[in-house]
């Protein structure tokens, strides 16, 4: 197998941060939530993706019933 430097630059980010959190799951999770809240950009949303999906069809559905 081949030395990948992607995957070595991923592994060695991913060692930093289960360092960084004592290599427990719980403290993991606790900085994920903390970035995800302190980000600038929006993350996804899976709820509301499918709300809003939801919205999309029910229009569609709207139109073609309607024959708009």
Do not use: W
């Amino acid at each position: 197998m081949k030395n990948d430097p992607i995957l070595q630059e991923l592994r060695k980010i991913r060692d930093k941060i289960a360092k960084e959190c004592d290599y427990d799951v719980d403290k993991y999770f606790e900085l994920v939530k903390t970035r995800k809240t302190n980000h600038k950009n929006p993350t996804a949303d899976i709820e509301q993706s499918r709300t809003l999906h939801g919205v999309a069809e029910n229009q569609s559905e709207y139109k073609t019933k309607s024959g708009g």
